[in-house]
């Protein structure tokens, strides 16, 4: 019950901090001493530290839930990534196939400039050679 007091008078103490400009570190601090005073309440309210087996399988159940987490906060990391890199990717293969659509365009209208310029001139010269033969 003792320590029950001290970890709560040491829990106002933490308090403290709210009204003042602190830096990220010392946020930081306070937060894992706090954390650290919950978990010692903790201990002394299921009197945890009482019983070496209970402390143990206590411990071995903290890793396995944390090991789940963890492995659950990098598969979803992981799929961020991945949504980040095919996303990149299909913008870079729509780029490029609107850059190779584009470039068959021009290709084709220079073609077709060509062919009309090319019949443009023949039709030209026909019509010289009518004018020849009516003027003889």
């Given at each position: 019950?003792?320590?029950?007091?001290?970890?709560?008078a040491?829990e106002?103490?933490?308090e403290?901090?709210?009204?003042?400009?602190?830096?990220?570190h010392?946020?930081?601090?306070?937060?894992?001493l706090?954390?650290?005073?919950?978990?010692?309440?903790y201990?002394?309210?299921?009197?945890?530290?009482?019983?070496p087996k209970?402390?143990?399988?206590?411990?071995?159940?903290?890793?396995v839930?944390?090991?789940?987490?963890?492995?659950l906060?990098?598969?979803?990391?992981?799929?961020a990534?991945?949504r980040?890199?095919v996303?990149?990717q299909q913008?870079?293969r729509g780029?490029r196939?609107?850059?190779?659509?584009?470039?068959?365009?021009?290709a084709?209208?220079?073609i077709q400039?060509?062919?009309?310029g090319?019949?443009?001139r023949?039709?030209?010269?026909?019509?010289?050679?009518q004018?020849?033969?009516?003027?003889?």
């Open positions: 019950n003792r320590q029950q007091q001290e970890v709560a040491e106002d103490e933490d403290v901090f709210v009204g003042k400009v602190v830096t990220l010392e946020q930081k601090k306070a937060k894992k706090k954390s650290r005073r919950r978990t010692m309440l201990q002394v309210q299921s009197g945890a530290s009482d019983d209970k402390q143990k399988l206590r411990q071995y159940a903290a890793i839930i944390q090991a789940a987490l963890r492995g906060l990098l598969r979803r990391r992981f799929q990534q991945r980040a890199a996303a990149i913008w870079w780029l196939a609107r850059l190779h659509f584009r470039a068959r365009v021009e084709v209208c220079r400039a060509h062919i009309r090319h019949l443009a023949r039709r030209a010269q026909q019509q010289r050679m004018q020849q033969q009516q003027q003889q």
